[in-house]
């Protein structure tokens, strides 16, 4: 047993050993991958995407969407908001990710509350049999509705 458990771990070893190494990678590659990247959104048919985390959730969301948030937010219909969570952000041929949030004056995600309203009502019936009672829940949530108004990337933060 003790001869078997030896010879894994030399296995184990010897495989561990012929890892990748990290390299050091130059800034001019960097250089070259930013500048790939700028060209890439400051095109004006590029549709740019954002991960943006709200209310306990994630998002993926694009000029023009929608996001339904739940509960009372203090917001009012017409306040314009800047989303300060963003996880990650991207177009067709690039995405960067933050670990865990981009820095916030790299990307800019603003939004307006376009809807305050009430959920439809869902039902909720309760019974039980041998008290003979009866209950019925209507239930509704408050509602939220944000519209992105335009996502915006700084290359000088980058």
């Known amino acids: 047993m003790l001869?078997?458990?030896l010879g894994y771990w030399k296995?184990?070893?010897r495989q561990a050993s012929t890892?990748?190494?990290a390299e050091i990678v130059g800034t001019h590659k960097v250089e070259k991958v930013m500048n790939a990247i700028e060209q890439e959104w400051r095109q004006r048919d590029t549709r740019l995407f954002a991960v943006?985390?709200?209310d306990k959730r994630q998002f993926k969301v694009s000029e023009n969407d929608l996001i339904v948030l739940y509960d009372n937010v203090p917001l009012d219909v017409g306040d314009e908001i800047k989303l300060e969570k963003i996880l990650a952000v991207g177009g067709k041929n690039f995405t960067l990710f933050g670990r865990p949030l981009i820095h916030s004056p790299t990307v800019a995600v603003n939004a307006t509350v376009v809807e305050k309203t009430t959920s439809y009502p869902q039902l909720r019936y309760l019974m039980n049999n041998h008290a003979k009672a009866r209950t019925l829940h209507w239930m509704s949530r408050e509602t939220t509705i944000l519209r992105i108004n335009d996502i915006k990337i700084d290359s000088k933060n980058l």
Request: charged share 10%; net charge positive; aromatic share 8%.
């Open 3 to 5: 001869i078997t458990l």
């Open 11 to 13: 296995l184990l070893l």
């Open 19 to 21: 890892s990748v190494r």
């Open 52 to 54: 943006v985390y709200i």
